[in-house]
Each structure stands twice: as C-alpha cells, then as structure tokens.
C-alpha cells in the first residue's frame, strides 16, 4: 500500500472515531434533560439514524434503523416524552461553540472572527394541521407554497467551521389568535404572535444567556429592517453587519441628509475611486472578489457598507454598527459582511445530510424537538470536521495564474461534515437481521394498506357529495 493510501486510511479510521466519541459526548451531556432513561436511549437512536445513510429519515426509517418493532418510540420520543427541549438546545448551543472555538485555537486561528448568523428556512406541507403552516413564499422552493418557516441563529468561527445553535419556529398570527388551532396544533399554552425580527431577538438572548460573545451578528434584510432587533443589539453593545433593501433610509454625515441607499450610491459614488476591490472571503472555488465602498452616517456608530458584483453590478447594502472602544475598520466590515453565506451551507448540510426537511411531525414541539436533534447530530459532525481540518488536508497550493499546469498530485481536501457522516455511518452501521427486514417489510405494508382504504373511503364520501 502507498504511503499516501495508508494516511488516508488512518485519517478515515480516525475522523470515524472521533465522531463517534463526540456523539458519545453529546449523549452524556443530554443525559439531565430526560426524565426517563429509555426516553434519552431512544433519543441517542434517533440521531444516530439522523447520522446515517438513510434516504429519507422519517418516523419509520428512523425506527427501522434503530431495531424497534415499530414507530411508536420514535413519535413518542417526539410528541409525548418528558424531557426538556430548550435545555437540550442549550447543551447543544455551548457544546457547538466550544468545539468550533477549540479547532480554531487547535488550527492557529484564534484571532478570526466568531460572528452569529440569523436566517430563516423553510419545509414545504401539506394542509392546514401542522403547526406554523401557511401559504407563503418559501425559499427552499423558490415560490409561493404551502409550508413552515423557522428562525435560526448558525454559529460561524471564521478559518474553523460553522454550526446552527439555535432556533424558533414562525407561527402565524391566524393560527395563534384561533383557540381552536392553536390547541390541535399543540401551541404552547400564551404563545403570543412574535415576528421573525422578535424571534431572532429571544434566539440570540438565550445565546447570551449561555455565555456565547459573537464578533458581529449578521443577517440578512428581513433582520437589517427590524428596528427592535436593532435596538436590541445596540441595547447589548453588540455591533452588526445587516442586510438592508435598497430603499433603507440612512442620514449621511455630510450635510445631514436623508436619502435611501440607492440615492446615497448614485449621489456620492459616482467616482470609480470610491470603491476598493477586497475579497469577501475564500470560497471552494477560490476567492469571492467584490467593490466595496461605504459610507459614514450622521451617527458616529453607524455606516453604511456596499457591495458591489464585479460582472453584474448588483449592489448589496449592509447598515453597520460598532460599539465605541470596538475595532472599526472597512476590512473588518468586510469580513463579517463575507461570513454571513456559511449559514446557507448549514440549511443545505442540514436538509440534504440530516432530513432537518423531513420532519413529518404536526405539533409545535415535536417539530422542535426534530430541530433540536438535527442541530445535535449537524454539531456533532461539524466539530469533529474542524477538529480534523489541519490534519487531513494535503491539497495542492491553490494555482497562481491562470495558465499554470496542475499539479501531478491535488492531495485531498481536509474532511468536510458530509464525509464525516458518511464514514460514521459506513464504519458503524450493522445490516438489519432478517427477521427484522420481514416484519418491518410486513407491517409497512399492512399499514399502507390500511391508510389507503380510508383514503379510498374519504374520496368516495367527497365523490358521493358532489353527486348528490
């Protein structure tokens, strides 16, 4: 064997083991938040499935994997059991943030930036029983539909990896002012309707409540146009990076006055001089180059940042804010504008890795509770990735012009979060025995049976109505 295959081997066994020792971890942390004993095993099941090869991770997939004889844990585990969901989230929140903090001492990165992100996505229903659900633009669709919308807060530290901590489910204002829904729902008892803005407000308190310091916080312009967000961060000393629409009113420094940012652009940026080529960061494909200029506000801590798209010229505005005593400069600005994309990536390892999309769940806390576990096993992933970045990374300088001829060897990129789920699940997963694939292939069916008889029967009742 190569010397080359035999690291790699090494690496594989080792990043497998690692992962598995941090779930490990993580389950002994989550151990206070149960009541019972088989409530938090069977808990340890679903985020060992949520980490697996599975397909589709749903209620019976889930259990299939797990060995139980049918779903009925798993639904408890997240419908009906004691146990203590925002706790759980903290745990995850603290053990997400240490472990990122440490692979970036670990990888000499200390000095980056550890900036807090607010975003929100979303999972398309059906009908009207599941909690939060309406009839809106969802993102993850790219069009109006039926579906959920739910806040996250991701934790980016800058040259180490990046992680969701915390989130809240967006509730209609309909369905929490209708007694009726709200109890088919399983709305929390004084749920009052809260807005995105004021929901990634309570986000980020339970942060700081946990001890988490965040650089910057960014977002993008459904929190830069939440004054009460504002307002709050300011409040706490905490600068910012938000996205504003272009109709933003800002009141500049020169002159006092009160112009939109697109006016402010075009009345005070018309010099090619004032805008500055910067990255806004490495990307997998090299560096994101952009024009950046901004502008000082008629407040001496507030500025406007603009970004501008070398090949289109779509700008991007951004309202900042940084404390006095705090660093301020156009880099730093830069930089934190640059690490808002990695939450993103999050929503994407999360739907395509862990099923955060897969939730088949209807009531507010089971859908929680989903959310909670997906974050688990996501930081379980994302931290043993950091911990392993400069050890198992032997690729090639990036090239230097574009005419240079590649390397004879790329070397291997260092190990990303779906590689280190997939070779978890590849190292550790048992095949099923087969008297559990005949039951399971049994009851599956025997109760596909039964859901389309009544299937059948509903649409005969609606068939007969319309006759008559």
């Not at 095993?41 to 994997?65: C, D, F, T």
């Not at 004084?190 to 803005?197: A, D, I, M, P, S």
């Not at 930089?335 to 739907?351: D, N, Q, S, T, Y």
Request: charged share 20%; aromatic share 8%; with cysteine.
């Amino acid at each position: 064997m190569l010397t080359t295959e035999s690291k790699a081997a090494a690496a594989v066994r080792i990043g497998a083991a690692l992962a598995l020792g941090k779930r490990g971890e993580m389950s002994g942390l989550l151990r206070p938040c149960f009541a019972r004993t088989q409530v938090w095993l069977q808990a340890g099941k679903y985020v060992a499935a949520l980490m697996s090869e599975l397909p589709e991770r749903n209620g019976w997939s889930i259990a299939r994997h797990a060995g139980d004889a049918t779903p009925d844990k798993t639904q408890r585990l997240l419908n009906h059991a004691s146990w203590d969901t925002l706790a759980a989230m903290s745990i995850v929140r603290r053990f997400a943030v240490a472990g990122l903090d440490d692979a970036a001492r670990r990888n000499r990165r200390a000095g980056g930036l550890a900036v807090g992100v607010l975003d929100e996505t979303g999972q398309e229903k059906q009908g009207t029983a599941t909690a939060g659900v309406k009839r809106q633009y969802m993102g993850c669709a790219g069009r109006v539909a039926n579906g959920t919308n739910t806040v996250h807060l991701s934790y980016v530290r800058q040259g180490a990896g990046h992680a969701l901590i915390g989130a809240r489910q967006w509730i209609p204002r309909e369905q929490v002012s209708d007694p009726g829904r709200a109890l088919a729902t399983g709305l929390p008892p004084g749920l009052r309707f809260r807005t995105k803005g004021q929901l990634a407000i309570g986000i980020c308190a339970e942060a700081y409540a946990d001890g988490l310091a965040f650089d910057f916080i960014c977002g993008d312009e459904v929190y830069g146009a939440s004054t009460e967000l504002r307002g709050y961060l300011e409040s706490r000393g905490q600068a910012y990076v938000l996205r504003v629409a272009s109709s933003f009113m800002v009141t500049l420094a020169t002159g006092g006055i009160r112009l939109t940012c697109a006016q402010a652009v075009k009345t005070l940026l018309k010099d090619k001089r004032s805008w500055e080529v910067r990255s806004a960061g490495q990307g997998s494909k090299g560096q994101r180059w952009y024009a950046w200029a901004w502008l000082a506000t008629a407040s001496p801590r507030h500025w406007l940042l603009i970004r501008r798209h070398l090949k289109t010229g779509e700008l991007a505005f951004h309202y900042c804010h940084v404390p006095e005593g705090q660093p301020l400069t156009k880099t730093r600005l830069i930089r934190a504008a640059g690490l808002r994309w990695p939450v993103e990536e999050g929503f994407e390892l999360g739907k395509d890795c862990f099923g955060l999309d897969q939730c088949q769940a209807r009531l507010y806390t089971a859908i929680l509770r989903h959310i909670v576990l997906v974050m688990a096993a996501l930081a379980i992933c994302a931290v043993t990735a950091a911990l392993l970045r400069g050890r198992t990374s032997t690729q090639a300088p990036p090239p230097g012009d574009p005419g240079q001829e590649p390397p004879a060897d790329c070397g291997m990129i260092p190990f990303t979060v779906p590689e280190i789920r997939r070779i978890t699940a590849a190292l550790t997963t048992r095949p099923l025995p087969p008297p559990l694939i005949i039951h399971w292939d049994a009851w599956t069916r025997r109760h596909q049976a039964r859901a389309r008889w009544y299937h059948q029967r509903a649409r005969l009742k609606r068939d007969y109505a319309l006759a008559s």
